[in-house]
């Protein structure tokens, strides 16, 4: 039996799809073996000696201590494009909430309740809450993965010009790319030359501030600024300031925080963007799906913190994590060889400081085997799965 645990609330759609024969899945399990969650803080949890992995219900991992999971030889997981569709469309809401003044119109028609020629009034009193079209202006998009390409793609049907910037741009993404996107080499020709900046990137330490008072003076006046990704990535003071300077003439964000809140030409969602029923059964069942099949298969797909790698055994699958040194690789077949084993097949893959090694033995892996294993050094996690 598989203990799963939820942290958060996951569709039934997801936690559905385990064999209540071999799995169980609650929120507070003894010892589990794998663990979903959504947006809950795990940086201060221990976690027992049989969790194996943690998907994550959603894009961004910084709710999870991914190195010290590596470490202790723990697959962490997350859904990558699950809620891409949400995030697109709340990306778009937001380009016209951006330009065209709709929250404040909408709330001065309903102040205007119960007064006099509501009619009128509206009539006479909304030239104050024109904005522009997107149609012709230019939208910098920093971060083109399975978000940020969306929503590149749809602002090249709205008919903006579109420029993107990602270092780490892959085939994929960039092969369902709109040919009229422009990719730029450097970030500051986003903030030099678009009239509206969206960003979706992760937020790690590396990427804190990553728009702060120094890009925000590069950008055009009146620039319009989107961050439906994470709060950390753009400074709110700096912001803030270049708002009341005039520099920035509206700020669009998903997080809140004691800064921006309450801010004229600050726009503060409650973190909506990946808030669709639709979004939340699409990432259920796709961390349902990874945690299955490393927990029953030992393959990995979309870890941020291991390789990805599958393969099909046809005998008993040694899954090895760790660390991307040399010479492991070596001590362990060496070990399938002095007790007497043939390897059948044997894929290795190594992702930074980590690696992932699953070798598939036909015969008997005993116990002197896997501990031999288990004591080569820069060994983390060794796991036998029986065919
Ligand atoms: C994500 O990281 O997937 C989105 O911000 C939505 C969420 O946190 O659930």
Redesign the pocket.
């Known amino acids: 039996m598989y203990n799963i645990q939820t942290l958060n609330k996951i569709a039934a759609c997801g936690t559905d799809i385990f064999d209540k024969s071999i799995y169980t899945v609650s929120d507070a399990p003894e010892n589990p073996d794998a663990i979903m969650v ?2 809950a803080k795990m940086h201060d949890m221990t976690f027992g000696d049989n969790l194996l992995c943690i998907a994550r ?4 991992v910084n709710n999870i201590p991914v190195d010290k999971c590596a470490e202790e030889g723990i697959c962490v997981f997350n859904t990558p494009g699950a ?1 891409s569709n949400a ?1 697109k469309e709340l990306a778009i809401c937001a380009l016209l909430l951006a330009s065209r003044k709709i929250v404040e119109a909408a709330a001065w028609a309903a102040s205007l309740k119960g007064t006099p020629d509501a009619p009128k009034t509206v009539e006479g009193g909304k030239a104050k809450f024109a904005g522009p079209e997107l149609r012709g202006k230019t939208l910098g998009v920093i971060g083109l993965g399975a978000i940020g390409g969306k929503i590149a793609n749809a602002a090249i049907k709205l008919g903006m010009k579109v420029i993107g910037y990602d270092p780490y741009l892959s085939l994929d993404a960039a092969i369902n790319l709109d040919s009229h996107i422009q990719v730029v080499k450097e970030l500051d020709d986003i903030y030099k030359n678009s009239d509206y900046i969206t960003i979706h990137m992760p937020y790690t330490p590396a990427t804190k501030n990553t728009i702060d008072a120094a890009q925000i003076a590069m950008m055009k006046d009146g620039v319009r600024i989107i961050n439906l990704a994470r709060g950390e990535l753009i400074n709110s003071e700096a912001i803030v300031k270049a708002i009341a300077d005039g520099k920035v003439a509206k700020y669009v964000t998903d997080f809140a925080d004691d800064i921006v809140l309450g801010v004229e030409n600050v726009i503060v969602l409650p ?1 909506l ?2 808030s669709t029923p639709e979004s939340e059964d699409n ?1 259920a069942v796709m961390a349902a799906h990874e945690i299955i099949d490393y927990l029953e298969n030992g393959n990995i797909k979309n870890s941020v913190n291991l390789p990805n790698a599958s393969m099909n055994a046809v005998g008993t699958k040694v899954c090895v994590i760790h660390k991307n040194i040399p010479t492991l690789i070596a001590a362990m077949t060496t070990a399938v060889g002095n007790a007497g084993l043939n390897i059948e097949n044997m894929v290795n893959a190594s992702k930074k400081d980590y690696a992932y090694t699953m070798i598939d033995i036909v015969g008997d892996v005993n116990d002197a085997l896997v501990d031999a294993i288990k004591a080569t050094d820069g060994v983390i996690r060794v796991r036998v799965i029986k065919k």
């Open positions: 959504r947006s219900a959603g894009a961004g809620n995030v973190h963007g990946a990432c």
